[in-house]
């Protein structure tokens, strides 16, 4: 079992930044990948960046790329996601996820992942 525990969320102003933070506890040695999603009220879940504890390569959705970066800290078995240029469409709660499978490809739908954190609000006013 992994618990995640996600914190940082907040309000800010268009343009402003957030650093949301994930912190893993319980058998976080069998997760190759930690990813972020986000869900905006009334849509679906969506993937927005994923990245591997094993060597810290990454990956980003289109609509955040390079603007979020994804990264982690092994020794706090911590996953961040610096979100810089916010604006009013990034509002959402962001969810961490962890996936303990091997994937040829990155996983970027939520039914690949096994668990889940419960969410933290970013709110982004115009």
């Known amino acids: 079992q992994v618990q995640l525990v996600e914190s940082g969320g907040g309000l800010v102003q268009a343009g402003g930044s957030l650093r949301l933070s994930c912190a893993a506890s319980?058998?976080?040695?069998?997760?190759?990948?930690m990813g972020w999603f986000r869900q905006a009220p009334g849509k679906e879940r969506e993937f927005v960046a994923a990245?591997?504890?094993?060597?810290?390569?990454?990956y980003y959705a289109d609509s955040v790329k390079g603007r979020f970066t994804i990264s982690r800290d092994n020794a706090k078995n911590t996953v961040y996601l610096q979100m810089n240029s916010l604006k009013p469409e990034d509002t959402a709660v962001y969810f961490c996820?962890?996936?303990?499978?091997?994937?040829?490809?990155?996983?970027?739908?939520?039914?690949?992942?096994?668990?889940w954190g419960q969410g933290t609000q970013v709110t982004v006013s115009s």
């Open positions: 996820a962890a996936e303990n499978q091997w994937r040829t490809s990155w996983p970027r739908d939520t039914d690949e992942y096994d668990y």
């Open positions: 990245i591997r504890w094993s060597g810290g390569s990454t």
């Open positions: 319980g058998r976080i040695f069998s997760s190759y990948y």
